[in-house]
């Protein structure tokens, strides 16, 4: 590489989360990382997504869960990885439901249907689903807006997961039940009425409830723990779908309802 600013030992990984950051906060797209000379290990990668997560919490942001990534095949093969990835949600990128989220604050957003889980205990490490199932206190529809900060939407694993798994909104439809059934629940995303996706939650590892221990086990890891009261998004059924503006975005997902919002 003939701009190689750094090699792998001597890594910046403050200035790295700087660069994620301010392309995220700017709404301006960046080069891929090792484009720019920065070849990083997925350790070094989820360093910066710490750092540039730490950055937002002192502008204020809370932590209020995480998000799982690449936990279906048709979010893989859509994207060119194979590995599951994660990266922390604050309440900076919740929009409310039934609400309007700006076009302007966003690269190329896209949009993808989910299952989100709400904690009612901690959880960390290696956990039994039976276990991950009584940590619970309900399950939601959910529609997760991803928005690249590189180039065209084209990144490495390494990439995406440093730039904090393309995170960049959420909404929650109305909390259900934990004990309703969502090993394979069909789900429809509706773009002004019209289906863009159909899938079924079990696209998600076979069964959302894994993603939730891939959760637990991906924050143990880590030397995290999921405190109660975090939300967990299980990542995406399908491919996701280029957002425009103006569009009305529903997701009905069987059994749970619906989740929905506006980009203005
Ligand atoms: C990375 C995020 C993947 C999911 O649900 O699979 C993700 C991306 O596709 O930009 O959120
Ligand atoms: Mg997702």
Known sequence: ??????????????????????????????????????????????????????NRLARGEQQVGIKMGFTSRAKMIQMGVDDMIWGPLTDAMFIEEGGETNWQEYVHPRVEPEIAFLLKKPLSGNVTLAEVMASVEAVAPALEII?????????????????NCSSSGFTLGAWQSAQTDIANLGMVMEFDGEAVEIGSSAAILGNPWRSLAAAARVA??????????????????????????????????EKLGIAEFTVK
């Open 147 to 163: 928005d690249s900060r590189y180039d065209n939407f084209k990144f490495s694993l390494e990439d995406v997961v440093a730039d």
């Open 220 to 253: 143990g890891e880590a030397g995290k723990i999921l405190p109660a009261g975090s939300i967990v998004l299980a990542g995406a059924s399908t491919a996701a779908y280029a957002l425009k503006p103006g569009v009305h975005v529903r997701l009905t997902c």
């Open 1 to 54: 590489m003939s701009n190689n600013k750094s090699n792998n030992s001597t890594i910046n990984i403050k200035e790295i989360a700087q660069l994620v950051d301010e392309a995220a906060v700017n709404a301006t797209a960046i080069s891929q990382l090792s484009a720019q000379g920065y070849p990083l290990t997925l350790a070094q990668a989820y360093q910066v997504q710490e750092q540039s997560v730490a």
